[in-house]
Structure formats: C-alpha cells, structure tokens
C-alpha cells in the first residue's frame, strides 16, 4: 500500500524512508498491530493524519481510522480517536467514486458485525457498537453526508436491506439485538428520518416501508 498525507504529516516528498514509514504504518493497522501502531504515532504524532494512495484501490484516500473500521481493527480504531484522528475526516478523492465521511464507514462496521447468526462473536459486535459511541462522543457530525447526498442512517440501513434481502428470515433475536441499538443511537443523537434520499426522491421511511429493515425506523417515527 502506498500512501500520501494530509496536513504537515509524512508525504512522498520526504523520501523513500518516510514513504516506507507511513506505508507501514497502514500495514499494521490491518494486521491489527495496536503496539505498533501506537509506538509510530507517539513518535511521530503527525502520522494520524495521513492517507492512503495506490494499492489496493478501495483504500485510496482513507484515514487510518477509516481503514481500521473497514477491515474490524476495533481496538486501534479507539485507540486513533483518543489519539486526536479526524471523526469528521471525508475520503473526497475516493477511487470508486463514492466518498464517505468516518461516521458512515462507522455505523456501517457496527451494522456489519452484528450477530447475524447465533453462533456470531457478542465480543466483536460490542466491539463495533463501542467504536461508533466513542466516534459520535468525539464530535461526529450525525447528519455529514456522503458524495452522493446519503447520511449515516441511511448507509446502515443499506447495510441492513443488504443482509435482509426482503426477508426476516435471518434475523435471529442477536441480530434485532445488535442492530436495533445501532438505529437507536443514531436516532438518539439526531439522525433525520425525513431527509430526502437523492438517488430515489423519497424519504428512508417511505422507500424502505415495506422492507424488513422498517422494524428499525418505525419506533423513531411513534416516538417522534
């Protein structure tokens, strides 16, 4: 994985031993080495701001946080917020053309990890949901929108139509568990029911009505 920097971190320009530093640096974070990735960053703090460049593609761009949700590094994730990451950071440049603020990639590890089967990790799911608190406590912004004109609830609602397929069938009680606190917190924090959805002119609530993932939406509006 190459890499570039945002702000006064490490960039190509510094060289080869700086270019290879931050390439490492994001290795880690996949293999899931906290000490290590925390050994670099108390050296060099700078290094919490940088992004990723080259291969493989659906990194390009990211944050160290970003990647740390999308590949489940939970722990390094915790650990990157307490250390100052961005919680507000946007991919703009993303190479599949659709960029997304940290929040999303958050609310979208926690619906992701969700048990979805009995036999499915409390551990790595509690996980996930804790990562997302501790994103919305740092000062994420609940109603950033992505390149497309999505918010944060309607990506975990993606999520979850994504793993329904128009049918209740898998959702074991874990799953209505892990999931229904993921809608509750977001709506808890101010997440909008009525925003338009750009890509289908209607709100979350009307284009998802008659899906499965409506049994997480309809409290938020009898509570309204």
Known sequence: MAVTASGNAVSPAAGSRGVALVQEIFREVTRGEIEKVRARLEAKPALIAVTATGAPKK??????????????????????????????????????????????????????????????????????????????????????????????????????????????ANMVPETVADVTRVFAELFARGADLNVIMPNRGRTILEAYRSRPVARYLVPAVQNS
């Not at 740390?68 to 507000?88: H, S, Y």
């Not at 036999?119 to 950033?144: P, V, Y």
């Open 59 to 168: 990194y390009v761009n990211q944050s160290l946080l970003q990647i740390a949700l999308r590949t489940a590094q939970f722990e390094i994730a915790d650990m990157l917020v307490a250390m100052g990451a961005d919680v507000n950071f946007y991919d703009e440049a993303n190479a599949d053309g659709w960029a997304a603020p940290v929040i999303n990639d958050a609310a979208a590890a926690a619906v992701i990890r969700a048990r979805w089967s009995a036999t499915q990790s409390k551990t790595r799911s509690d996980a996930a949901f804790a990562t997302l608190l501790s994103i919305l406590e740092a000062g994420a912004d609940i109603n950033a929108l992505d390149s497309r004109g999505g918010t944060v609830l309607g990506r975990a609602v993606f999520e979850v139509d994504d793993r329904t397929h128009g049918s209740d």
